[in-house]
């Protein structure tokens, strides 16, 4: 009613074709749905759909509870760093609910590569050490800040970030997503370690290298 009230203040269209813009415009202000029932634990052995996996159909209260984020993790790889996330597909419980977390965990010195969320915003604290944290905008400006125990950050939806530990020990995030599965998109593994690979020249031309360059760093991020 308020999108017709709008166009009709604004134009002298036809009441038919007000109707028809009214329709094109809500789905796009439209939010995700609430919920129609209670929960709707995945049943993760079927196929998922459109708004996530069907519901089991026998539930139980071990369902709703998740363990996964207090396990130590193992950050002895190349960039220091291990994620353990609680997500629809290690979590279903959260199925359909809009949300999820990550427990992060850095060796000293560990990085985590700038990346994107492409469905999600990212809200994070800090529980142990000191976290040099920075996201980007579209017209490539940072904005970052040391972060210690206690204190948050966020990064909007689908924004390239990253987090690095600058503290002399090791360190530790727990994230949260408005999102049960907000996906990741790590941009050097996605440009080197694609696969079928970007062509060469493709790479070359965007990062102003030579074949060499690329090669070498295709062998790194290689599957």
Known sequence: ML?????KAMTSLPI????????????SLSSDSDPLQDFCVGDLKAPPSLNGFPCKSSVSA???????????????NRNGVAVAPANV??????????????????APGGVNPPHSHPRATEAGVVIEGSV???FLTTNNTLFSKVIHAGEM?????????????????????????????????????????????????????????????????KSKFAV
């Open 3 to 7: 999108c017709f009230i709008i166009l």
């Open 16 to 27: 038919s074709f007000l109707l028809t813009l009214c329709l094109l415009v809500i789905p």
């Open 62 to 76: 071990s369902d709703f509870f998740f363990s996964g984020l207090g396990i130590p993790l193992n950050t002895s």
């Open 89 to 106: 597909l290690t979590f279903p419980g959260l199925n359909t609910l809009g949300l999820s977390m990550n427990n992060v965990e850095f």
């Open 132 to 134: 040099f944290v920075g």
């Open 153 to 217: 950050f966020v990064v909007p939806r689908g924004l390239v970030h990253f987090q690095w530990n600058v503290g002399k020990g090791k360190a530790r995030l727990i994230t949260s997503f408005n999102s049960q599965l907000p996906g990741s998109a790590v941009l050097p593994s996605t440009l080197f370690g694609s696969m079928p690979e970007i062509p060469n020249a493709v790479l070359t031309k965007t990062f102003r290298t030579d074949d060499a360059t690329v090669n070498n760093l």
